[in-house]
C-alpha cells in the first residue's frame, strides 16, 4: 500500500528550527525543564516542528489541488517563466559543449508549474513551522490552531484515501486523529508537544521518575483542566471567579496555595534550625558597608561550609583544616567580597571583607595547590594529598566548618563571618529518616572515594531533616486538600489517581504530585555537593553536570529565604509550568522497557532513545526516586515498588552493569534493535517514524572530520529492526552566540525519518545503487538547496535521501557477493553529493566555471599566469575576458581572484556587459557585510538570479569546508542563511529603478 510522502521526508526549515530551540535553552519561566529536572530534554521548539513535519503531507503529493488555486498559479507562472530562461540556458550549454566533445553536465528535465505550485505550498508550510517553534507562541492558540488545522486537511486526505483499508475502521477514522506515543518520553518534551498539536499522548519510559514527570505534564492537567482551584480564597479575598478558570489554571492555584501552606507548617517546625543573623554594632564597627544594617536582623540565604580534614602537619595534627576552593565569596563588580583566615591561638577563624582582596590569585585559589584534591594546610603549608585526604575521610575524619554567611539585604547579597551559635544550630539537627540506598554506577564516580556511599551522605542532617519534614508534609497535605476538594464539591469518592479517580482523592494526590516536585527542587539545591557561584551571587544545584562530584566547600541553602534556593521557588515553578499547559487532549502514561512495549500499535511515533552510554539515567534519578519514594509511594504503589530506579533493562552501555565493554555495546545493540523492531512492527502506516539520534561531540570529527562510528552503528541497529530511511536532519542546538556566524557549530543531534521496509524489497548491486544514488540525489539536493538549508547542514541532510536509496533494498551486494556495509553506504553518498554540487557549476557561466575550478585549487592566492590561461581554455574562456569581467587580478605573469572586500562598492550590475554569477556572489557578500539592506539592495538591482547564486554558494561553502578555509566558508555560509531575508528585503523594497537612483546616481 503506498502512503503519501510527508514534508519532513522532503524539506524542513532547519535554522528556524534550530534559532528557536537554542533560544528556548535560556528560557525558564513555564519550560518544563524547570517542572523537574531531566537529563538531555529535547528543546519543544524541535519536538513540536518535527512532529507537525511528520503529519503534514509533502505539496508534491497533492498538486492537482494546488494546481486549482489561482491565486497560486499566478504566483507560480512567472517563476516557472524565470526558471525555465535559467534551465534553457544550461541546456544550450550542454548542447554546444556536446558539439564541441566538450563535457558539460546535463541540464535535468524542465522545470514544470507543478514543481513551482508544491515549492511555494512547502513554503508557506514552513512559515507554519516558522511561528509554530517560538516560544512566545506554545500557548498562542491561533497560532497552534493552524498548525492543527494544516495537520487535519492532510488527515483527511489520507482517509479519504485508504477508505477501502482492510483496516479502516481502526486507523482511519476521518473524526479523530491518531494516537502519538513515545516509548523513551523522559522528561517528556515530545508528547507534551504531540498533546499541543491536538493528539492523544502516549508517553512511555522505563524509568518512574520519567513516568512521573510525563504524568504531571501530560496526564494530570487534563484530568482537572478548566476548575476552579479548591481554594479560590486568598487572605479573605476571592481571586478570580468560579468559572473563569481555564485549562490548568485552577491547579496551579491549589499547587501554590498548599505549597505556601507546607512551608508555613515546615517554618512553625523546624524554622528554629534556621536563625536569622543579628548585625551587632561590633560587627558593623568591622565593617563600613554593614552600617546600614546594624542593629537589624536578616535572613540567611545560605550557610557556606569548607570540609576539613585533620592537619597532616604532625605540629598541627590535632587542627581540622579545611580545604577550601576559593576563598571569593563575591567577584560582581563594587561587590566584592572574601574570606580571610586568621591564624590564632594554635587554631584559626574565619573573616568576611568587603572589596577586592589584597592578594586576588591567592584569594581565588583557597587553600587549594593545583587541580583536583591537592590542598595545602591552611596552618603550616604543608601539602595535604587527595591520598591523604580520601584516608582521612574514609577513616571517618573528614569535617565540615562554617566559613561565611550569605544573608539577604536591601536588594543585595550580605556576607559574614561566622556568626556564634550558627555552627552549634546546625549540628543539633537530627533527622528522624534518612534515604540509606546505596549510591549505584554513575554517582559512585567520586564520592565513595571519600566515605560516602549511601544518598544520605550527600546531605548534611540539617538538610536531611529539611527534606524528609517537607516529604512528610507532602503526605499531610494530600489530606488537607482531600476534605477541602470535598468541601468545594469533588466527589469524595476514594478513588485514587492511579485507579482513574478524578474526584478529591485523586484531586488531592494529583496536586501531591506537584508538591513532591518542589522537594525534589529543594533536594536538587539542599545538597552538600551544592556550591555558591561567586560570579552570580547564588546557589548551584546538585546536578551542574551528569553526575555526582565531590565538593569541598558547599553552601547550604535556607528553604525558607526568599532568595536562591527557597521552597517557594520550586513551588512558583510548578504553578508556571502548569498555566503554559493546554490540557484539552487525555494524556496516558505507562511504565514500560521500550523493548517489550505494545503502547505503540497504530500510533504516530517520535522518539529520542539513550545514547550508548552518555547518560545513565537510572543511576542518576535514584536522588530524586528516593524522596519521592518517600512521599508518593502511597499514590503510586506500583511505580515505586522498588528500593530503587529498576537498573537491569535501561537500553545505556555501562561496562559496571554488564562486566565488559563488549557485552556492554552487545547488551545495548540489542535492546535497541528490539526496541526499533517494536517501533517498525507497529507504527501507524500513514506516517514515518521519527528517531533523534544524539551526538556526542567527539564523535563527529574523526579524521575525515565527518562520518562518526556511534552514527554508523546506530544507522545499523535501525536499517537491521526494519525500518527504511527517508531523512536525515542535523538539529544544531547546543550552541550559543550568532547561528549565522557560527559555521563551525557541529550538528547536536539528529532526526531519522523511517518507514518500515517493505516485505518484499529487492536486492540491489552495488552499481544498480550508485546509478540510483546519481538519478534521485540531484533532485532530493535541490529540494534541500531551495528550502534554503545551511551549506553547514547540506552534507548531513543529504544523508536521508542517499539512505533512502540504499535501504529500499533488501540488501546491496557488492562484486564479490558481499553486502556494502553502512559505512560503505555513506562513503558513496558523499561522493555522489560532491559530484552533484560539481555538476551544477553547469547552471554557471563559463567565467564562473573557470573561477570554481581556479578557486579550488588557489583559493584567493596568486598562481601562475600560464595555469590560467590553459585552464580557461578548457573552460571556453579566456585570462583577459575574465580580466575585463572584474573577476581577477593578473599581474607579473601572476593571476588571482579578487576577494569580496576588493570588489569595487561602485559597481552597477545593470551597466554590467559581462555579469558572472562569480561576481554576483562576491558582491553580495561584499555586500552583505554592511547587512541584509545593503545586500537586498543589490539583489534587487540584479533581478531573478536565485537558483545559480545560491548554488555557487553552496559548491564554494563545500569547497572550503573540504579545505579547511574557514573565513571563507563562513562567508558563503552566512549568504544562504541569508538568503530568504534578502529576498524578502528585495521584494519589498522600492523598484530597481529607485535603487540603482539612489546607489549609483543614474536616471
Ligand atoms: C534521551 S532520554 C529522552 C529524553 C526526552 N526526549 C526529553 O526530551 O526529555 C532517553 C530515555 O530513555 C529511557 N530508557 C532507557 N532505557 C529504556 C528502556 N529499556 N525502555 C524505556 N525507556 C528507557 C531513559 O529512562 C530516558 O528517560
Redesign the pocket.
Same mark, same amino acid.
Given at each position: 500500500m503506498n502512503y503519501r510522502k510527508k514534508l519532513i521526508e522532503v524539506a524542513l526549515p532547519l535554522d528556524a528550527i534550530n534559532e528557536a530551540s537554542v533560544r528556548e535553552k535560556s528560557i525558564r519561566h513555564g519550560h518544563p525543564s524547570t517542572l523537574h529536572l531531566?537529563w538531555?530534554?529535547?528543546p519543544l521548539a524541535a519536538a513540536r516542528a518535527v512532529i507537525f513535519a511528520q503529519m503534514v503531507d509533502d505539496p508534491s503529493t497533492y498538486v492537482d489541488l494546488l494546481r486549482s488555486d489561482a491565486r497560486l498559479r499566478r504566483k507560480a507562472e512567472p517563476l516557472l517563466k524565470e526558471r525555465q530562461k535559467v534551465w534553457e540556458k544550461a541546456r544550450q550549454t550542454a548542447g554546444l559543449a556536446a558539439s564541441d566533445n566538450n563535457s558539460a553536465p546535463d541540464p535535468g528535465p524542465e522545470p514544470t508549474l507543478d514543481q513551482i505550485l508544491a515549492e511555494l505550498e512547502r513554503e508557506r508550510l514552513f512559515k507554519i513551522i516558522e511561528e509554530l517553534v517560538e516560544w512566545e507562541n506554545t500557548t498562542n492558540e491561533t497560532v497552534l490552531q493552524q498548525a492543527r488545522d494544516e495537520i487535519w486537511q492532510s488527515w483527511r486526505r489520507a482517509c479519504a484515501e485508504h477508505a477501502d483499508h482492510p483496516r479502516a475502521k481502526e486507523l482511519f477514522d476521518r473524526r479523530k486523529l491518531p494516537a502519538f506515543h513515545d516509548?523513551?518520553?523522559?522528561?517528556?518534551?515530545?508528547p507534551l508537544e504531540a498533546q499541543r498539536l491536538g493528539l492523544e499522548a502516549y508517553a512511555?519510559?522505563?524509568?518512574p521518575v520519567?513516568v512521573l514527570i510525563n504524568k504531571a505534564m501530560i496526564e494530570i492537567p487534563p484530568k482537572f483542566a478548566d476548575r476552579p482551584p479548591v481554594r479560590p480564597v486568598t487572605n479573605g479575598k476571592q481571586i478570580a471567579a468560579p468559572n473563569t478558570w481555564q485549562g490548568a489554571q485552577g491547579l496551579a492555584e491549589d499547587v501554590r496555595y498548599y505549597g505556601q501552606w507546607m512551608r508555613d507548617e515546615a517554618e512553625k517546625r523546624i524554622g528554629h534550625l534556621y536563625p536569622e543573623v543579628k548585625i551587632t554594632p561590633g560587627l558593623a564597627a568591622e565593617r563600613p558597608d554593614l552600617k546600614p544594617y546594624s542593629g537589624r536582623s536578616l535572613t540567611v540565604i545560605a550557610w557556606l561550609w569548607a570540609r576539613t580534614v585533620k592537619s597532616p602537619n604532625p605540629a598541627f595534627a590535632a587542627v581540622d583544616v579545611p580545604l577550601v576552593s576559593t576563598f571569593m565569596l563575591s567577584t560582581r563588580k563594587g561587590k566584592e567580597a572574601y574570606v580571610e583566615p586568621v591564624i590564632e591561638a594554635g587554631g584559626y577563624r574565619f573573616t568576611v571583607k568587603a572589596g577586592q582582596p589584597p592578594n586576588p590569585k591567592a584569594a581565588r585559589s583557597g587553600t587549594k595547590l593545583s587541580r583536583g584534591a591537592n590542598f595545602q594546610c591552611l596552618m603550616s603549608g604543608s601539602p595535604i594529598t587527595g591520598d591523604y585526604i580520601k584516608a582521612e575521610s574514609m577513616a571517618g575524619r573528614m569535617g565540615a566548618r562554617l566559613m561565611a554567611i550569605v544573608a539577604e539585604g536591601d536588594r543585595e547579597r550580605v556576607y559574614l563571618p561566622p556568626i556564634p551559635g550558627h555552627e552549634e544550630i546546625a549540628r543539633k539537627a537530627r533527622p528522624k529518616w534518612k534515604p540509606e540506598n546505596e549510591l549505584v554506577g554513575k554517582c559512585r564516580d567520586q564520592l565513595p572515594l571519600y566515605g560516602m556511599n549511601t544518598f544520605a551522605d550527600i546531605f548534611t542532617d540539617r538538610q536531611l531533616v529539611a527534606l524528609t519534614t517537607f516529604s512528610d508534609l507532602v503526605q499531610e497535605a494530600r489530606e488537607l486538600i482531600r476534605r477541602d476538594a470535598a468541601a468545594a464539591g469533588f466527589p469524595d469518592d476514594g478513588k485514587p489517581l492511579a485507579a482513574g479517580g478524578t474526584g478529591a482523592t485523586a484531586y488531592a494526590e494529583a496536586v501531591g504530585v506537584y508538591l513532591a516536585f518542589a522537594v525534589d527542587k529543594g533536594a536538587n539545591y539542599w545538597s552538600s555537593i551544592c556550591t555558591w557561584h561567586s560570579g552570580r551571587d547564588t546557589i548551584t544545584s546538585t546536578f551542574g553536570r551528569q553526575a555526582l562530584p565531590m565538593v569541598w566547600d558547599y553552601a547550604e541553602a535556607n528553604p525558607f529565604s526568599v532568595s536562591s534556593g527557597n521552597f517557594m521557588s520550586g513551588i512558583n515553578q510548578s504553578g508556571r509550568f502548569l498555566k503554559s499547559t493546554l490540557p484539552n487532549i487525555k494524556g496516558n502514561v505507562i511504565q &514500560?522497557?521500550?523493548?517489550a512495549q505494545f503502547t505503540s500499535k497504530d500510533k504516530l511515533i517520535s522518539t529520542?532513545?539513550?545514547y550508548y552510554d552518555n547518560i545513565c539515567?537510572?543511576d542518576l534519578s535514584d536522588f530524586f526516586y528516593v524522596w519521592l519514594r518517600h512521599s508518593l509511594k502511597p499514590v503510586f504503589p506500583k511505580l515505586f515498588t522498588t528500593l530503587e530506579v529498576p537498573k537491569a533493562?535501561?537500553?545505556?552501555a555501562t561496562i559496571y552493569r554488564h562486566d565488559s565493554i563488549e557485552r556492554a555495546e552487545e547488551f545495548f545493540l540489542g535492546?535497541m534493535i528490539k526496541?526499533m523492531r517494536q517501533l517498525a512492527g507497529q507504527a501507524h502506516p500513514a506516517f514515518p517514524v521519527t528517531i533523534y539520534y &544524539?551526538f556526542r561531540q567527539s564523535e563527529t570529527t574523526d579524521e575525515e572530520g565527518t562520518v562518526s562510528t556511534g552514527w554508523e552503528t546506530f544507522l545499523d541497529a535501525v536499517i537491521h529492526a526494519g525500518f527504511a530511511l527517508t531523512g536525515t536532519w542535523p538539529l544544531r542546538t547546543e550552541y550559543t552566540g550568532n547561528l549565522k556566524k557560527n559555521v563551525s557549530a557541529l550538528a547536536s543531534s539528529i532526526v531519522l525519518v523511517c518507514r518500515p521496509r517493505a516485505d518484499d524489497a529487492p536486492v540491489a548491486t552495488r552499481r544498480e545503487f550508485v546509478n540510483a544514488l546519481k538519478t534521485e540525489l540531484p533532485v532530493a539536493l535541490a529540494h534541500l538547496q531551495r528550502s534554503n538549508i545551511a551549506p553547514v547542514d547540506l552534507a548531513q541532510a543529504a544523508i536521508g535521501p542517499g539512505m533512502a536509496i540504499y535501504t529500499r533494498y533488501a540488501q546491496v551486494i557488492d562484486a564479490r557477493g558481499n553486502p556494502l556495509s553502512v559505512r560503505e553506504a555513506l562513503a558513496l553518498i558523499n561522493e555522489t553529493l560532491d559530484e552533484v554540487l560539481a555538476e551544477q557549476e553547469g547552471d554557471f557561466d563559463a567565467d564562473t566555471r573557470w573561477a570554481v575550478a581556479w578557486f579550488e585549487q588557489f583559493g584567493f592566492d596568486e598562481g601562475e599566469y600560464g595555469l590560467a590561461e590553459t585552464l580557461s581554455k578548457a573552460k571556453n574562456t579566456s585570462v583577459s575576458g575574465l580580466g575585463e569581467a572584474g573577476i581577477l587580478l593578473s599581474r607579473e605573469g601572476r593571476v588571482r581572484l579578487f576577494c569580496p572586500q576588493e570588489l569595487p562598492a561602485e559597481w552597477n550590475p545593470s551597466r554590467d556587459s559581462r555579469l558572472t554569477v562569480w561576481e554576483t556572489v562576491h558582491h553580495l557578500i561584499r555586500a552583505l557585510e554592511q547587512g541584509e539592506e545593503a545586500a537586498a539592495d543589490l539583489l534587487a538591482v540584479l533581478g531573478g538570479q536565485a537558483d545559480p547564486v545560491r548554488e555557487l554558494a553552496y559548491r564554494l561553502y563545500t569547497i572550503c569546508e573540504r579545505k579547511k578555509w574557514a573565513r571563507e566558508a563562513l562567508a558563503y555560509n552566512s549568504l544562504v542563511q541569508s538568503w530568504p531575508e534578502i529576498e524578502r528585503l528585495a521584494r519589498e523594497n522600492r523598484g530597481p529603478q529607485e535603487i540603482v537612483q539612489r546607489l549609483f546616481g543614474e536616471e
Amino acid at each position: 500500500m503506498n502512503y503519501r510522502k510527508k514534508l519532513i521526508e522532503v524539506a524542513l526549515p532547519l535554522d528556524a528550527i534550530n534559532e528557536a530551540s537554542v533560544r528556548e535553552k535560556s528560557i525558564r519561566h513555564g519550560h518544563p525543564s524547570t517542572l523537574h529536572l531531566w537529563w538531555a530534554r529535547r528543546p519543544l521548539a524541535a519536538a513540536r516542528a518535527v512532529i507537525f513535519a511528520q503529519m503534514v503531507d509533502d505539496p508534491s503529493t497533492y498538486v492537482d489541488l494546488l494546481r486549482s488555486d489561482a491565486r497560486l498559479r499566478r504566483k507560480a507562472e512567472p517563476l516557472l517563466k524565470e526558471r525555465q530562461k535559467v534551465w534553457e540556458k544550461a541546456r544550450q550549454t550542454a548542447g554546444l559543449a556536446a558539439s564541441d566533445n566538450n563535457s558539460a553536465p546535463d541540464p535535468g528535465p524542465e522545470p514544470t508549474l507543478d514543481q513551482i505550485l508544491a515549492e511555494l505550498e512547502r513554503e508557506r508550510l514552513f512559515k507554519i513551522i516558522e511561528e509554530l517553534v517560538e516560544w512566545e507562541n506554545t500557548t498562542n492558540e491561533t497560532v497552534l490552531q493552524q498548525a492543527r488545522d494544516e495537520i487535519w486537511q492532510s488527515w483527511r486526505r489520507a482517509c479519504a484515501e485508504h477508505a477501502d483499508h482492510p483496516r479502516a475502521k481502526e486507523l482511519f477514522d476521518r473524526r479523530k486523529l491518531p494516537a502519538f506515543h513515545d516509548p523513551f518520553a523522559g522528561g517528556g518534551s515530545l508528547p507534551l508537544e504531540a498533546q499541543r498539536l491536538g493528539l492523544e499522548a502516549y508517553a512511555s519510559d522505563l524509568n518512574p521518575v520519567a513516568v512521573l514527570i510525563n504524568k504531571a505534564m501530560i496526564e494530570i492537567p487534563p484530568k482537572f483542566a478548566d476548575r476552579p482551584p479548591v481554594r479560590p480564597v486568598t487572605n479573605g479575598k476571592q481571586i478570580a471567579a468560579p468559572n473563569t478558570w481555564q485549562g490548568a489554571q485552577g491547579l496551579a492555584e491549589d499547587v501554590r496555595y498548599y505549597g505556601q501552606w507546607m512551608r508555613d507548617e515546615a517554618e512553625k517546625r523546624i524554622g528554629h534550625l534556621y536563625p536569622e543573623v543579628k548585625i551587632t554594632p561590633g560587627l558593623a564597627a568591622e565593617r563600613p558597608d554593614l552600617k546600614p544594617y546594624s542593629g537589624r536582623s536578616l535572613t540567611v540565604i545560605a550557610w557556606l561550609w569548607a570540609r576539613t580534614v585533620k592537619s597532616p602537619n604532625p605540629a598541627f595534627a590535632a587542627v581540622d583544616v579545611p580545604l577550601v576552593s576559593t576563598f571569593m565569596l563575591s567577584t560582581r563588580k563594587g561587590k566584592e567580597a572574601y574570606v580571610e583566615p586568621v591564624i590564632e591561638a594554635g587554631g584559626y577563624r574565619f573573616t568576611v571583607k568587603a572589596g577586592q582582596p589584597p592578594n586576588p590569585k591567592a584569594a581565588r585559589s583557597g587553600t587549594k595547590l593545583s587541580r583536583g584534591a591537592n590542598f595545602q594546610c591552611l596552618m603550616s603549608g604543608s601539602p595535604i594529598t587527595g591520598d591523604y585526604i580520601k584516608a582521612e575521610s574514609m577513616a571517618g575524619r573528614m569535617g565540615a566548618r562554617l566559613m561565611a554567611i550569605v544573608a539577604e539585604g536591601d536588594r543585595e547579597r550580605v556576607y559574614l563571618p561566622p556568626i556564634p551559635g550558627h555552627e552549634e544550630i546546625a549540628r543539633k539537627a537530627r533527622p528522624k529518616w534518612k534515604p540509606e540506598n546505596e549510591l549505584v554506577g554513575k554517582c559512585r564516580d567520586q564520592l565513595p572515594l571519600y566515605g560516602m556511599n549511601t544518598f544520605a551522605d550527600i546531605f548534611t542532617d540539617r538538610q536531611l531533616v529539611a527534606l524528609t519534614t517537607f516529604s512528610d508534609l507532602v503526605q499531610e497535605a494530600r489530606e488537607l486538600i482531600r476534605r477541602d476538594a470535598a468541601a468545594a464539591g469533588f466527589p469524595d469518592d476514594g478513588k485514587p489517581l492511579a485507579a482513574g479517580g478524578t474526584g478529591a482523592t485523586a484531586y488531592a494526590e494529583a496536586v501531591g504530585v506537584y508538591l513532591a516536585f518542589a522537594v525534589d527542587k529543594g533536594a536538587n539545591y539542599w545538597s552538600s555537593i551544592c556550591t555558591w557561584h561567586s560570579g552570580r551571587d547564588t546557589i548551584t544545584s546538585t546536578f551542574g553536570r551528569q553526575a555526582l562530584p565531590m565538593v569541598w566547600d558547599y553552601a547550604e541553602a535556607n528553604p525558607f529565604s526568599v532568595s536562591s534556593g527557597n521552597f517557594m521557588s520550586g513551588i512558583n515553578q510548578s504553578g508556571r509550568f502548569l498555566k503554559s499547559t493546554l490540557p484539552n487532549i487525555k494524556g496516558n502514561v505507562i511504565q &514500560a522497557d521500550a523493548a517489550a512495549q505494545f503502547t505503540s500499535k497504530d500510533k504516530l511515533i517520535s522518539t529520542d532513545p539513550p545514547y550508548y552510554d552518555n547518560i545513565c539515567y537510572a543511576d542518576l534519578s535514584d536522588f530524586f526516586y528516593v524522596w519521592l519514594r518517600h512521599s508518593l509511594k502511597p499514590v503510586f504503589p506500583k511505580l515505586f515498588t522498588t528500593l530503587e530506579v529498576p537498573k537491569a533493562d535501561e537500553l545505556v552501555a555501562t561496562i559496571y552493569r554488564h562486566d565488559s565493554i563488549e557485552r556492554a555495546e552487545e547488551f545495548f545493540l540489542g535492546g535497541m534493535i528490539k526496541a526499533m523492531r517494536q517501533l517498525a512492527g507497529q507504527a501507524h502506516p500513514a506516517f514515518p517514524v521519527t528517531i533523534y539520534y &544524539a551526538f556526542r561531540q567527539s564523535e563527529t570529527t574523526d579524521e575525515e572530520g565527518t562520518v562518526s562510528t556511534g552514527w554508523e552503528t546506530f544507522l545499523d541497529a535501525v536499517i537491521h529492526a526494519g525500518f527504511a530511511l527517508t531523512g536525515t536532519w542535523p538539529l544544531r542546538t547546543e550552541y550559543t552566540g550568532n547561528l549565522k556566524k557560527n559555521v563551525s557549530a557541529l550538528a547536536s543531534s539528529i532526526v531519522l525519518v523511517c518507514r518500515p521496509r517493505a516485505d518484499d524489497a529487492p536486492v540491489a548491486t552495488r552499481r544498480e545503487f550508485v546509478n540510483a544514488l546519481k538519478t534521485e540525489l540531484p533532485v532530493a539536493l535541490a529540494h534541500l538547496q531551495r528550502s534554503n538549508i545551511a551549506p553547514v547542514d547540506l552534507a548531513q541532510a543529504a544523508i536521508g535521501p542517499g539512505m533512502a536509496i540504499y535501504t529500499r533494498y533488501a540488501q546491496v551486494i557488492d562484486a564479490r557477493g558481499n553486502p556494502l556495509s553502512v559505512r560503505e553506504a555513506l562513503a558513496l553518498i558523499n561522493e555522489t553529493l560532491d559530484e552533484v554540487l560539481a555538476e551544477q557549476e553547469g547552471d554557471f557561466d563559463a567565467d564562473t566555471r573557470w573561477a570554481v575550478a581556479w578557486f579550488e585549487q588557489f583559493g584567493f592566492d596568486e598562481g601562475e599566469y600560464g595555469l590560467a590561461e590553459t585552464l580557461s581554455k578548457a573552460k571556453n574562456t579566456s585570462v583577459s575576458g575574465l580580466g575585463e569581467a572584474g573577476i581577477l587580478l593578473s599581474r607579473e605573469g601572476r593571476v588571482r581572484l579578487f576577494c569580496p572586500q576588493e570588489l569595487p562598492a561602485e559597481w552597477n550590475p545593470s551597466r554590467d556587459s559581462r555579469l558572472t554569477v562569480w561576481e554576483t556572489v562576491h558582491h553580495l557578500i561584499r555586500a552583505l557585510e554592511q547587512g541584509e539592506e545593503a545586500a537586498a539592495d543589490l539583489l534587487a538591482v540584479l533581478g531573478g538570479q536565485a537558483d545559480p547564486v545560491r548554488e555557487l554558494a553552496y559548491r564554494l561553502y563545500t569547497i572550503c569546508e573540504r579545505k579547511k578555509w574557514a573565513r571563507e566558508a563562513l562567508a558563503y555560509n552566512s549568504l544562504v542563511q541569508s538568503w530568504p531575508e534578502i529576498e524578502r528585503l528585495a521584494r519589498e523594497n522600492r523598484g530597481p529603478q529607485e535603487i540603482v537612483q539612489r546607489l549609483f546616481g543614474e536616471e
